[in-house]
T-cell receptor, first 115, second 108 residues
Framework: GAGVSQSPSNKVTEKGKDVELRCDPI?????LYWYRQSLGQGLEFLIY????????KSGLPSDRFSAERTGGSVSTLTIQRTQQEDSAVYLC?????????????FGPGTRLLVL | RKEVEQDPGPFNVPEGATVAFNCTYS??????FFWYRQDCRKEPKLLMS???SGNEDGRFTAQLNRASQYISLLIRDSKLSDSATYLC?????????FGAGTRLTVKP
């Protein structure tokens, strides 16, 4: 079946511009996560959605970052006034929560380069 | 203290070697445990879940010690294709915590 998809796969932008990243989770998955991974580094948690609500926004690095999810499905991560330090791979993952069990499946990521 | 800590690595081993990765976690309420594999410039992919009784999948064996809050992954008869970064993941529903990963390189 279809996995998690993300678009665009690569994005090059100029400092100060806004960018919007999209994630299509696996159909039926209620939970959706955004992570950021810089080159050679581990995963940095950004935000978590359960349905359309975001109970945990603690990982967003600044108020330039925002995310929304509509219809319990597609999510967009928006970065306003991008900075060079925003350059990273942005990974989305979705999961189906069943009781106490939850397994995440990742999309291929969006590679963002801010010049 | 990090919530999930892994051996820093890197591990460089010859083909056919047995290699073990260790991971400790700090949240005693954690409920699910996993090992993910991440190839260079690729997304993490689920390798295996880790169950309290320990579980095996071919050359891979995972173990969990809840009392010590410790998880391990053993790879036997390592192959060149096992070269990757291995991520320890600990979950309490809605709160997935990833270790920084341990890089493994298997050499001919």
């Amino acid at each position: 079946g279809a996995g998690v998809s993300q678009s665009p796969s690569n994005k090059v932008t100029e400092k100060g511009k806004d960018v919007e990243l999209r994630c299509d989770p696996i159909s039926g998955h209620t939970a959706l996560y955004w992570y950021r991974q810089s080159l050679g580094q581990g995963l940095e948690f950004l935000i978590y959605f359960q349905g359309n609500s975001a109970p945990d926004k603690s990982g967003l690095p600044s108020d330039r970052f925002s995310a929304e999810r509509t219809g319990g499905s597609v999510s967009t991560l928006t970065i306003q006034r991008t900075q060079q330090e925003d350059s990273a791979v942005y990974l989305c993952a979705s999961s189906l929560v069943s009781g106490n069990q939850e397994t995440q499946y990742f999309g291929p990521g969006t590679r963002l380069l801010v010049l | 203290r990090k919530e999930v800590e892994q051996d820093p690595g890197p591990f460089n081993v010859p083909e056919g070697a047995t290699v073990a990765f260790n991971c400790t976690y700090s949240n005693s309420a954690s409920q699910s445990f996993f090992w993910y594999r991440q190839d260079c410039r690729k997304e993490p992919k689920l390798l295996m879940s880790v169950y309290s009784s320990g579980n095996e999948d071919g050359r891979f064996t995972a173990q969990l010690n809840r009392a010590s809050q410790y998880i391990s992954l053993l790879i036997r008869d390592s192959k060149l294709s096992d070269s990757a970064t291995y991520l320890c993941v600990v979950n309490y529903v809605g709160d997935m915590r990833f270790g920084a990963g341990t890089r493994l390189t298997v050499k001919p």
